[in-house]
């Protein structure tokens, strides 16, 4: 198994530019997550899907949406970045097997200029 | 709002050394804590998981604790190596199911040789 992948690993962006980061898991997960990780900050909700078909707000939704577009993927678009937006965001599934944790990917580190 | 702190933000210890990383939070109903390690440029992996209603769970070289009336746990790590160079965080669900995590912003450590 993969596990959680996400795609790409690495993005700069000019301010105003738009973009969607893409995660893929092969675990059976129910739930998906969008985390972002800033230094200071720690670890933040943006937004998450309980199950396929649903989305809900999560800490800092503010500036991006999601779609579930299916059991397996969850992405996050940024409509229109702003260097606020800077940050490493992390994909992460729950789910599926008998343990109780969430299961993460490797990251996207986004940077806009 | 449920807080997550933990303390130190950053230690630096000789190898074979034990040591103490802290976490405390502000709500005490919650349904489980979770020590994560994350290595640098790396996604977070799960390394032990406490349930409300237990007092400890250990996995090799490490034991964490849980004091869910004071808000408190530990994580223990026995005879420290290099290896175990990275940053630590603590997370505290607030319910069952797909209920979201409550990062705190992690302890860097760093073990020398």
């Known amino acids: 198994n993969a596990g959680v992948t996400q795609t790409p690993k690495f993005q700069v962006l000019k301010t105003g530019q738009s973009m969607t980061l893409q995660c893929a898991q092969d675990m059976n997960h129910n739930s998906m997550y969008w985390y972002r990780q800033d230094p200071g900050m720690g670890l933040r909700l943006i937004y998450y899907?309980?199950?396929?078909?649903?989305?809900d707000k999560g800490e800092v939704p503010n500036g991006y949406n999601v779609s579930r577009l299916n059991k397996r993927e969850f992405s996050l678009r940024l409509e229109s970045a702003a260097p606020s937006q800077t940050s490493v965001y992390f994909c992460?599934?729950?789910?599926?097997?008998?343990?109780?944790?969430?299961?993460f990917g490797p990251g996207t580190r986004l940077t806009v200029l | 709002k449920q807080e997550v702190t933990q303390i130190p933000a950053a230690l630096s210890v000789p190898e074979g050394e034990n040591l103490v990383l802290n976490c405390s939070f502000t709500?005490?109903?919650?349904?489980?804590l979770q020590w994560f390690r994350q290595d640098p440029g790396k996604g977070l992996t799960s390394l032990l998981l406490i349930q409300s209603s237990q007092r400890e769970q250990t996995s090799g070289r490490l034991n964490a604790s849980l004091d869910k009336s004071s808000g408190r746990s530990t994580l223990y790590i026995a005879a420290s190596q290099p290896g175990d160079s990275a940053t630590y965080l603590c997370a505290v669900k607030r319910g069952g199911g797909y209920s979201t995590l409550t990062f705190g912003k992690g302890t860097m450590l760093l073990v020398s040789p």
């Open positions: 992460a599934g729950w789910g599926g097997f008998d343990t109780d944790t969430q299961y």
């Open positions: 899907s309980a199950s396929e078909g649903t989305t």
């Open positions: 709500d005490s109903a919650i349904y489980n």
